[in-house]
């Protein structure tokens, strides 16, 4: 082994970089969700007629991950439920009543990432997690796109990633059954997430 690789070697260990093994260790970085940059959608069957589309207007989140060696620490997002939007008043106050999100009880929908598989190409993978929906958890699976890692171009000049995120979830497991056994409304639900989060 040359004298400079092993001086490389030295400062990685050094300044912990390299495990025992030589293996690249990930240091935490945190990346808030931009809010102003933060979509969450929804989608669901109507009696067949057709798929209902809608959003979640309010949410927020952070995680810590390492783009350089793809490790991921942990990850936390929160969305408010009564935040919940179809384009209808009338449908709005039943999706946020005792039938579906029952807000003001569980004013809250959580969902606390705990591991990111990349893929090979390291252009998403999978990010494993609880999700908490009316005070009931249960484990969901993202399929995660990243789609950008770069300074941002203008206003805040910090490192950004954007990425998009989606799974279906079956909402009987939570509870929320309404609609489901008369095909009224779909058990499977379409969760769409589209974001852009800053390095802290």
Not at 56 to 66: C, H, I, R, T, V
Not at 92 to 106: A, I
Not at 158 to 164: F, L, P, R, V
């Amino acid at each position: 082994m040359s004298s400079l690789i092993k001086l490389k070697i030295f400062l990685l260990l050094s300044f912990g970089l390299l495990g025992p093994s030589g293996a690249v260790i990930g240091q935490p970085v945190t990346w808030e969700i931009d809010p102003e940059h933060f979509s969450i959608v929804f989608e669901t069957d109507h009696i067949g007629y057709q798929s209902q589309l809608g959003l979640f207007l309010e949410g927020s989140g952070e995680f810590d991950f390492d783009p350089g060696t793809f490790e991921f620490f942990s990850g936390r997002v929160e969305i408010q439920a009564g935040s919940i939007f179809s384009n209808n008043d009338d449908r709005d106050d039943h999706l946020r009543g005792r039938d579906f999100l029952n807000s003001r009880r569980h004013p809250t929908i959580l969902f606390e990432a705990s591991e990111f598989l990349p893929n090979q190409q390291r252009s998403g993978g999978e990010l494993l997690g609880n999700l908490t929906l009316l005070g009931m958890t249960h484990p969901i699976i993202l399929d995660i796109k990243l789609n950008k890692f770069a300074r941002y171009p203008f206003g805040h000049r910090k490192e950004t990633i954007g990425i998009s995120a989606n799974t279906v979830i079956d909402r009987s497991l939570w509870g929320m059954d309404y609609g489901v056994s008369n095909d009224m409304v779909g058990n499977k639900v379409i969760l769409r997430f589209e974001f852009e989060a800053v390095q802290e």
